[in-house]
């Protein structure tokens, strides 16, 4: 079993939709927690970061960590098609910039 | 500054031969990792420096791989006698110690195999 489970999709919504992503962890020790939005041979681009649990929103984009289920979401509201993307969440047990552990990242489609 | 750099952008190489893949990092970056994607999977850590320092390798460094980080300042990532397995795109990131923000990643180097 990985540490970090991420359903793959591919997910299609409408544009406008409200998006919602999951990743599950098994690692108890994790308590840094990253999402990071990869287009087409592109690297991944850091969306948004969170420590421990509870909720961070940064305009569309809200961040949620439970730690308690081993579970992090994150919501895209009034999805555009230029969020279109591979979405992919990591987490680290520690801050500082150490290595992260990647789920396999979900692919999204918002189509017009 | 405009990020963190790879080149090449992509590689094709026959089996057997050797390779080599260059990282510029965010010139105050102190810290820098190489990671390997493969189709449909998420990055996986390679290794990591600080500095000029190697800090930590993945078991999925085979002794066909080496990174050197010479000076602290841009890395390289060599891999010998390829293997078609080895076909995947290498990610280069670079970040702060104690950086409460991630890492950037560059764009990548992707190498084919055949």
Redesign the interface.
């Known amino acids: 079993q990985k540490e970090?489970e991420?359903d793959?999709g591919p997910l299609s919504v409408p544009e406008g939709a409200i998006v919602s992503l999951n990743c599950t962890y098994s690692n108890s020790a994790f308590q840094y927690f990253?999402w990071?939005r990869q287009y087409s041979?592109?690297?991944?681009?850091?969306l948004m970061?969170t420590?421990s649990s509870g909720n961070k929103e940064d305009g569309r984009f809200t961040a949620q960590v439970d730690k308690s289920s081993k579970y992090i979401s994150l919501f895209i509201r009034d999805s555009q098609p230029s969020d279109s993307a591979t979405y992919?969440c990591?987490m680290s047990p520690t801050?500082?910039?150490n290595?992260?552990?990647?789920?396999?990242?979900t692919q999204l489609k918002v189509e017009l | 500054d405009t990020g963190v750099s790879q080149n090449p952008r992509h590689k094709i190489t026959k089996r057997g031969q050797n390779v080599t893949f260059r990282c510029d990092p965010i010139s105050e970056h102190n810290r820098l990792y190489w990671y390997r994607q493969t189709l449909g999977q998420g990055p996986e850590f390679l290794t990591y420096f600080q500095n000029e320092a190697q800090l930590e390798k993945s078991r999925l460094l085979s002794d066909r791989f080496s990174a050197e980080r010479p000076k602290g300042s841009f890395s390289t990532l060599e891999i010998q006698r390829t293997e078609q397995g080895d076909s995947a795109m290498y990610l280069c990131a670079s970040s702060f110690t104690g950086t409460q923000h991630g890492y950037t990643f560059g764009s990548g180097t992707r190498l084919t195999v055949v």
């Open positions: 970090v991420q793959p990253m990071y041979r592109k690297g991944p681009e850091l970061y420590y992919l990591a801050g500082g910039g290595k992260l552990t990647f789920g396999t990242g």
